[in-house]
């Protein structure tokens, strides 16, 4: 079978042949040979490039189907002459201009944002380690890696061991051992430990590349529920066109004879109608200027469609370190357990042996390794490094045995009651305790511990300061009816009284993660409490899926690697940039002052777009559903389509097109709640149907009295675009002074337009008489209460059909 060429591929076939060299772990490879493998074409390049090119930018808005459609139609009218009804064609070039200028205005602060936020790794070159990015690594390099890190490209181990997790490759969670001569693949991570590993396939070459151009065949990126409406709508409507354009056609031109200049013109109006030409403008450079502003506040947007996610949080997880406290901890007492065995120089030489031994990659490993800074001549056989099941790290000596630290209740496990009355009221206080242990025995990490072969030496009474901007963001969140949960590996009750100092709401109630032995116990805690201690990472990953089944919209905030497989399954995955390389990979948004403090600005940012571009699409929806409606009519019905595309283009521009764009950029900090589409035909459908049955009045009114077809036209006009103001006006509620200037000036330059002399003949309105005066004034008045009659049935269709919902019987989700 032929092989399918790509960029990647194509590359690779171009690179220069360098043999494989087995480089020393302790001197890795020299300058020279790094060089000759970049100029070979044996870096780490990513497979595609983080945004769109800007020439992929410009194919996209100008090549749309609708362009297309424009230009058609814009090329009929000008071949039966009607020049000035083409007009529309210049609101679609200022369109496509304005999408074009927004989207590159965009792309080009998110790729600064990137090469700020880019991944970097650290190798071994000549003998000395040193930190580079991760696309400047070449095949054979020596790099070097730690818990947290993410593994930037296929490689073996030459020395050490990790604990590499593979779920978000495989989807299997659980950690594996890697030690010399073990093979580790890109897109996993590392859990615990540290390694020097040969890289020996890199960018195209890689698993994980290999994986994502496999995904990318026929696959297109996902959307968001807003975008995946729009898509729809649009390709709906696309298909509607052409066979309702050629009907339309036929039936004003060979049945009512209108001839084909008027046949043509009302046709093209019909058409230009349903099309909403700037609804998915709006939406992109809405999104486009969100990821701008969310730059500017040093947050990086990997994914577009989480802005949206964002809009409709309304349950938000945090980590207790590093989110409600500060990262750094210190060790602030030490509390012997029994002098007489083990006294203070003891446990100080024990504590200083186990933590030079693991070479700490956490901060509470750092902070005992400072706080034991003396390290004895003690023989290491054996290491344990931290694991996150069983909370313990350990390490084996020759003649002295096994040292270890932990969690307290699960370092003793059934001998836990021995300490309980001295552990708890330090946890009561927002101490994280843990215990110093001899072991008779040999820990493995992978296992419990024996209790009965447990030496307890003392308490290390470690505490890390909450950070000065957390109650306030916590209350702002109280306030804006999102619930917080806090998920941590700590003790409950130390998490528990951090929570209650911050602010939490709720924070008092608290649940001990390892009583929850099943999923339905998850799914019950996730309802019933609010702060989770001596939770797993897998636990965290069940905690995030028992929330959404119970309908909610959730948010994961979290820096370490513990974090990853949460933060990868939350509806919207928020990591700190100071925290592990993996967090950073399966989140959406990085925070990349690693600020806690800046999560309302970025929510309230989700949630003033998102609520924007559904009050101003249903501006556009108006007019849309009105002539789809009245085409459909015209088709079945003998009559003419009663307006003409310069009448729209100025009625689209007065009370959709501008008006929608100043709309789109107000502050709205309302949650979004319900599905986007229904959201906006609830505000379109009411101006939507007044439109309809007003035009229709109108048709009947110009057969009975004998109006000519231009006065129907005028008459027609007036009335869409006095409903459009109207519509405006709903939509400006709550009125400010902005919104009450925006209003008024849409207002004020209609009725120039439509009273001017030269700007009437412009739009094709001619003057009325006296009886055709009082028609348009009789219909005018009937607008508003035809409006409110319509709105009113509607809400109440929509409140039997919500009651007739809340009867039937409920089914919970999972």
Known sequence: MRRMKTPQTEAADTRTPIPVVEADPAQGLSKDQVLERQRGGWANVTVKGPTRTEKEIIKENVFTFFNLIFLVLAAALVAVGSYKDATFIFIAVINTVIGIFQELRSKKTIDKLKLLAASRGTVVRAGSEMSVPTDHMVRDDVAVFSAGDQITADAVVRSGSVQVNEAMI?????????????????????VSGSCRAQLTAVGADSYAARLTLEAKKGVRAGQSEMMASLTKLIRFIGFALIPMGAILFWKQYFVLDLGLTQAVTATVAALIGMIPEGLYLLTSVALAVSMIRLAQKKTLAQDMNCIETLARVDVLCVDKTGTITQPEMAVQELVLLDEEEYPPEAVEEAAGALFAALEPDNETGKAMAARFAKKPAWSCTARVPFSSAYKYSAAIFDRHGAVLAGAPEFVMGERYQDLREMVEPYQAKGYRVLLLAGYDGNPDGKTPLDGRKVRPMALALLSNRIRPEAPDTFAYFAQQGVAVKVISGDNPRTVAEVACQAGVENGEKWVDAATLQTDEDIYNA????????????????????ALQKQGHTVAMTGDGVNDVLALKDAD????????????????????????????????????????????????????????????????????????????????????????????????????????FMGNVLREALPGGLTDLLVILGLQAFAFAFDFSTQVLSTLSALCVAFIGLLVLYQVCKPFDWKRRALWGLMAAALAVCVSEPGLKALFSLSALDLQEALVLGVFLLLCWPTMGAILTALGRTRRVYLNARKKRPSRRAG
Not at 528 to 545: H, I
Not at 643 to 653: G, Y
């Open 170 to 190: 495989t989807g299997e969670a659980e950690p594996q051992e890697r030690g010399p001569g073990g093979k580790l693949r890109s897109g996993s991570f590392v």
């Open 526 to 545: 996730a309802r019933e409490y609010t702060v989770f201690g001596r939770v797993t990472p897998g636990q965290k990953r069940k905690l995030v899926k």
């Open 572 to 675: 919207c995955g928020i990591a700190m940039a100071s925290g592990s390389d993996a967090a950073c990979h399966a989140a959406q948004l990085v925070l990349l002052d690693s600020n806690f403090a800046c999560l309302p600005q970025v929510v309230a940012e989700g949630r003033r777009v998102i609520n924007n571009i559904q009050r101003s699409a249903a501006l556009y929806l108006v007019k849309n559903i009105f002539s789809f409606c009245l085409s459909l009519l015209t088709i079945l019905v003998d009559m003419p389509y009663p307006l003409v595309p310069i009448q729209l283009s100025l009625i689209s521009a007065l009370t959709i097109g501008v008006p929608s764009f100043f709309l789109a950029l107000e502050p709205n900090k309302s949650r979004v709640k319900g599905n």
